[in-house]
C-alpha cells in the first residue's frame, strides 16, 4: 500500500497521510510555499460563496509553471484530489476546497505578457486581474470586454473556469467570445494549448468546451485575449417604472425594436434605495424598478438610438427617462449598479447571491414568481439582473444568526433556479454551477445528459481528482434529491464508471 493512503473505501476518496505527502513535496519542490498550519490554512477554507466552508489540507502557492507541473504528476500519481484556486471571487463555491486534498492557487501568475495593439490581443498569466488588462491596453485605445462586477479583484483565470459575463456581455459576449488561446496543464502535469492566435484552430473546438469547466478538466497556465477599440462614444438612460413587471416587458421590447444595447441592466426598489445609500449614484428611490440602457458606438449613431430607445421606454410606461449629462454621472449610474452587492450587504446580516437565465420574455412572470417565493419563504429578495441577457441575480437576505434562516434561503434560492428551468432557462449564467448548484443540475438535465458530461470529464481527467464533488452530480445524486427515478435500484447504463 502506499505510504501516503489508505484504500479507497465505498467509493469515496482515500484518506491521505498530510505529514508524509507535505514531506514529499517539500523534498520534491523545496522553493514551493506549502501552507500547512490550521491559522494559515483558515483564510482559503471558501470563495466568495462563504455559506459553504471546508478547511484544506494542504495550500501551495506556485510561482513558475515548473512546479505546477510537478505538483500535478505527483497527485496524479498518489491520487491527491487537487482544487485550483483564483483570486477567490467566485460565487458558487467551484473554489471551495476538499478536506483531503490540495489547493493550488494560482494568484502569484500575475504577469502580463504582451499586449499587441496590431493583432488586438494581448497575453496574460491566470492571476492576472480582469480590469488590469483593459487598464493595460489603454494607451492603444482598446480594452477587453468582460466586465465581471468583481473585475477590479477577479482574475482571468477564474473568468475562463466560470466563463465570466459582466454588464456589457449582451452586445460583447461571454469569456468564451473573447478568447482565442489557453495554455493549461492537465491533470497529469502535461502541458496543452487549446485555439489558437488566429481566428479559428483546427479539430475540435475544445477552447470553448474548456472554457466554464470549472477546474474539472485542467489548470489554465497562460491566456490570450482578444482587445477591442473603446467606442467612440458611450451613453447611458436611466429609466424609472411604477412596477418591475413593466420594466421587464420594457427590456424585451428595446431588442425587439433591433437594438442591441451595450448594456441593458434592472434593479428593483430594494437593490435601488441600497445602492442610492451606498453609492449616491442619482437613483430614483421611489421607482419599483430602473433600467440601465448603456449605447455606444459613433455618435451619430448612439444620438438615434437614445432616441428611439427613449420612445420604447415611454411607451413601455416608463415614468422618468434621465439621459447621464456627462461621463461623470454615466460613470456614477454604472457605480450604483456594479455595486449592488456590497450594497445589500450594509442591509443585512447576510444575502445568498443567485444567478440564473431565462427567456428575455419571460422576465414579468418570473419577477411574479420570485415575489411569490419570497413571500412564502418569509425572505425578503432584491433583484439585480443583466437583463437583456436575461441573467437573474436574486439576492436573498437573511441572517446566519438566526436558526434555520440559512437553510431557508438556501431552498428559496435553489426553487428560483428551478423556476428559471421551468421557463426555459438555466441554473446559471456566469456564476457556475461549484459546489451550490448541484443539486439543481438534476432537474435542468436528465440521466443520458449527465452521462455524457461524465464521459466529458473522464476524457481529461479519467480518476476525477480535480476538483472533484463539483458541477456534475452523480445520478445517484438525482435519485436522492427526489428528480431522477431509479428503476429497481438499477441506474442507467450500469456498466458506465461514475465520478
Known amino acids: 500500500m502506499n505510504i501516503l493512503y489508505d484504500e479507497r473505501v465505498d467509493g469515496e476518496l482515500p484518506r491521505v497521510d498530510k505529514a508524509a505527502l507535505l514531506a514529499e513535496l517539500q523534498a520534491l519542490l523545496p522553493d514551493l510555499d506549502i501552507l500547512h498550519r490550521l491559522e494559515d490554512l483558515k483564510p482559503y477554507e471558501c470563495d466568495g460563496l462563504s455559506a ?12 513558475r509553471i ?31 476546497p476538499v478536506e483531503q486534498g490540495i489547493l493550488l492557487v494560482m494568484a502569484r501568475f500575475n504577469k502580463l505578457l504582451e499586449v499587441d495593439p496590431a493583432g488586438r490581443f494581448a497575453r496574460v498569466q491566470p492571476g492576472v486581474r480582469n480590469l488590469a488588462i483593459s487598464q493595460a491596453a489603454a494607451p492603444y ?18 473568468n475562463v473556469a466560470e466563463n465570466a459575463g459582466g454588464v456589457h456581455c449582451l452586445k460583447y459576449g461571454l469569456t468564451v467570445h473573447n478568447l482565442l488561446r489557453v495554455e493549461i496543464l492537465t491533470v497529469e502535469g502535461e502541458r496543452m494549448v487549446l485555439g489558437s492566435e488566429a481566428l479559428d484552430s483546427p479539430g475540435f473546438d475544445l477552447l470553448a468546451l474548456f472554457t466554464g469547466s470549472e477546474g474539472m478538466l485542467g489548470i489554465v497556465t497562460e491566456v490570450t485575449v482578444k482587445l477591442l477599440p473603446k ?31 451595450g448594456g441593458l441592466e434592472m434593479m428593483d426598489n430594494l437593490a435601488i434605495r441600497a445602492a442610492e445609500d451606498f453609492i449616491h449614484a442619482g437613483y430614483p428611490v421611489d421607482a419599483e ?30 415614468t422618468e427617462v434621465r439621459l447621464a ?51 412564502e419563504y418569509g425572505l425578503r429578495v432584491a433583484n439585480v439582473f443583466h437583463a437583456g441577457d436575461g441573467n437573474m ?80 452530480p452523480t445520478l445517484h445524486r438525482c435519485a436522492e434529491f427526489g428528480r431522477m427515478h431509479v428503476h429497481g435500484g438499477q441506474l442507467p447504463f450500469p456498466e458506465l464508471e461514475r465520478f
Request: glycine share 10%.
Open 52 to 63: 459553504y466552508r471546508t478547511t484544506p489540507m494542504l495550500v501551495v502557492l506556485p510561482e
Open 393 to 472: 441575480h436574486p439576492l436573498i437576505l437573511f441572517d446566519a444568526n438566526v436558526e434555520g434562516e440559512l437553510e431557508r434561503a438556501e431552498a428559496l434560492g435553489g426553487k428560483i433556479l428551478e423556476l428559471c428551468v421551468e421557463v426555459g432557462g438555466s441554473i446559471t449564467g456566469e456564476h457556475g454551477v461549484g459546489r451550490e448548484k448541484i443539486n439543481q443540475m438534476c432537474a435542468q438535465f436528465n440521466a443520458d445528459e449527465l452521462t455524457l458530461f461524465h464521459a466529458v470529464k473522464a476524457a481529461f481527467d479519467p480518476t476525477g481528482l480535480l476538483n472533484p464533488g463539483k458541477n456534475i
Open 325 to 375: 449629462r456627462d461621463e461623470a454621472e454615466r460613470a456614477r449610474f454604472w457605480a450604483g449598479r456594479k455595486n449592488a452587492f456590497p450594497a445589500v450587504g450594509r442591509i443585512s446580516a447576510d444575502y445568498y447571491c443567485m444567478d440564473g437565465t431565462i427567456p428575455r420574455r419571460e422576465l414579468p412572470g418570473v419577477l411574479r414568481g420570485i415575489a411569490n417565493l419570497s413571500e
Open 66 to 96: 515548473e512546479q505546477v507541473e510537478a505538483l500535478l504528476k505527483l497527485c496524479y500519481e498518489r491520487g491527491v484530489p487537487v482544487v485550483a484556486r483564483g483570486a477567490g471571487t467566485g460565487l458558487s463555491g467551484g473554489a471551495l
Open 141 to 158: 485605445e482598446l480594452y477587453y470586454a468582460p466586465d465581471p462586477s468583481s473585475q477590479i479583484a477577479c482574475s482571468i483565470g477564474g
Open 231 to 261: 467606442p467612440q462614444v458611450a451613453k447611458v438612460l436611466l429609466a424609472a417604472f411604477d412596477s418591475v413587471e413593466k420594466a421587464g416587458r420594457a427590456v424585451a421590447d428595446i431588442i425587439a425594436a433591433g437594438i442591441i444595447p
Open 289 to 318: 424598478a430602473i433600467l440601465l440602457c448603456e449605447l455606444d458606438g459613433v455618435e451619430v449613431d448612439v444620438a438615434e438610438d437614445c432616441e428611439r430607445v427613449s420612445e420604447v421606454l415611454k411607451l413601455a410606461g416608463a
